[in-house]
């Protein structure tokens, strides 16, 4: 055990420790790596640390930050020593995101088509009806293979005794992705001993998964299929992810004016002219997506691009219509949902949410008011941080 590293380390006893158990003992997947730390010098790990920096700033990793003191291309923040979680934690934990992607899937093939959960009063028609994403004019489209959700994203956290909880779901455009992949690239160059000895999980099948699956569902076997990234622009605030996933998946970069519509498909301009475009993997929120049926005075989409899906000329990825699942009053009805679309209980909670169109949960929210956090459920996303255990 690496004492000299932990000899002044403070475990604190109101949240869980992800490195020392509750004995103060070093859980077991983090001995090895520990062990590494403890034969480097000072000099070594102030070296690690400066390297980690300069490549952030090296590679233009940013998180733009609107209205922010620092300025607008913020570096993106990287901390030097990695989560570690055992094989069979990070089993558990797929397993159960990937129920809630399966969940959240066939939740929004109900919505937008037979509403069964509406019918049967698993969902209040007003939590539904009365939230602005919930796109009228993407009533009844279904996508290719009724994916609606090609990547799905969710925030996690640990309660005191150490279960993993969801704070929130990202559906319509979801980040991160990219940000995973330089962070593991450049933490893999700072300890690469360790990387190769505790046999850590590589990306890139993930991403071969994704470009398999985009294409599979963009176009018939007899094409070839031109895949592409819709981005709002240099001044949103993930745009270095956008183009940093564009180049890794060798997918074009476009804008909303770099697309056209003709007879129902899509096109990109070229300077040897168009293009068809089979499939859109999309960085802009749903109804910024089309000015003709969703939001009039965007000029960030493309006009006719609904119609085109419609007419099943073009996957976009992920469907327009999913930032409806980004409610943040959806997850308190989320496990009675799962028990009638898929016949499963709910792997992994969400934190308790009350809905307050329901009387019994306003009144208790009023009650309550005093601990806990209020969020408007009709808003355009969900609440950008979780509020500390």
């Known amino acids: 055990m690496p004492q000299s590293l932990l000899s002044s380390y403070q475990k604190k006893t109101d949240r869980f420790d992800e490195m020392l158990a509750e004995d103060g003992s070093v859980r077991p997947a983090w001995q090895p790596f520990l ?5 480097a010098t000072p000099e070594q790990m102030r070296h690690r640390v400066d390297y980690v920096h300069r490549r952030i700033l090296e ?14 291309d913020r570096p993106w923040e990287l901390d030097p020593l990695p989560l570690i979680l055992s094989t069979g934690e990070w089993q558990e934990l797929t397993s159960a995101v990937t129920q809630r992607a399966r969940l959240l899937n066939a939740v929004l093939k109900d919505l937008y ?26 009533q009844g489209v279904r996508p290719a293979g009724d994916i609606y959700l090609h990547l799905c994203a969710v925030d996690l956290a640990r309660s005191p005794d150490g279960r993993w909880w969801v704070i929130a779901d990202r559906t319509q455009a979801p980040s991160g992705a990219g940000y995973a992949l330089e962070n593991r690239t450049i933490i893999g160059r700072v300890f690469p001993e360790q990387f190769r000895d505790l046999h850590v999980q590589h990306l890139a099948s993930f991403f071969r998964q994704l470009q398999d699956s985009l294409a599979y569902w963009a176009a018939p076997a007899s094409e070839a299929p031109l895949i592409v990234l819709l981005t709002p622009g240099p001044y949103n605030e993930t745009y270095f992810e ?6 890794y998946l060798g997918f074009p970069l476009v804008e909303g004016h770099d697309l056209t519509v003709r007879g129902d498909c899509v096109y990109m301009r070229t300077l040897s002219g168009l293009r ?47 930032g409806l699942l980004e409610s943040a009053a959806l997850p308190g009805f989320l496990p009675g949902a799962c028990e009638k679309l898929l016949g499963e209980p709910l792997a992994m909670p969400s934190v308790a949410t009350w809905w307050c169109g329901e009387q019994a949960a306003l009144e208790f929210t009023i009650e309550h008011l005093d601990k806990l956090v209020m969020w408007a459920c009709a808003s355009l996303s969900p609440p950008p941080r979780a509020a500390t255990w």
């Open 35 to 39: 062990a590494h730390l403890d034969a």
């Open 59 to 72: 590679n233009g990793v940013t998180y733009n930050v609107y209205a922010d003191l620092k300025g607008a």
């Open 113 to 138: 088509g037979p509403q069964e959960l509406l019918k049967n009063g698993s969902l209040p028609p007003a939590l539904v009806f009365g939230h602005n994403n919930f796109l009228w004019p993407c």
């Open 242 to 247: 956008h183009a940093y996933l564009a180049r």
């Open 276 to 322: 068809r475009v089979h499939a859109i993997l999309r960085r802009l929120d749903d109804d910024y997506c089309d000015p003709l049926e969703l939001r009039g005075n965007s000029a960030l989409g493309v006009p006719g691009l609904l119609q085109a899906v419609r007419a099943g000329k073009v996957l976009v990825a992920n469907a327009l219509g999913s």
